[in-house]
């Protein structure tokens, strides 16, 4: 049973920082996909940052230079560093991984940008 579960979200100052955890649990960690997605209030779910099965790194062009996903194996455990938040990466962020050819979200955990 895959479980993914979310921290770190919270209220924030624009230029401040945030870093995301996601406590992984039924994948091979390291192996399998995973990503960070985002829903903006109104909008439809994006995914943000995203670790291959190959260690490759993509980030979504809205995030690139400010925000950094990494993972640590031997916790099972993937990060979001988010840097120089701006008040447009409000939203719930959701941790997501595949494996199987099925796709798993976390329940999210919001992050608020203030002006």
């Known amino acids: 049973q895959v479980q993914l579960v979310e921290s770190g979200g919270g209220l924030v100052q624009a230029g401040g920082s945030l870093r995301l955890s996601c406590a992984a649990s039924?994948?091979?960690?390291?192996?399998?996909?995973m990503a960070w997605d985002r829903q903006a209030p109104g909008e439809e779910r994006e995914m943000v940052a995203r670790?291959?099965?190959?260690?490759?790194?993509w980030y979504s062009p809205s995030v690139m230079g400010r925000f950094s996903i990494s993972r640590d194996n031997r916790k099972s455990t993937m990060y979001l560093q988010m840097n120089l938040l701006k008040p447009e990466d409000t939203g719930v962020y959701y941790c997501?991984?595949?494996?199987?050819?099925?796709?798993?979200w976390g329940q999210g955990t919001q992050v608020t940008v203030s002006s």
């Open positions: 039924g994948i091979i960690f390291g192996i399998d996909p």
């Open positions: 997501s991984a595949a494996r199987q050819g099925a796709d798993y």
């Open positions: 670790i291959g099965s190959d260690g490759s790194i």
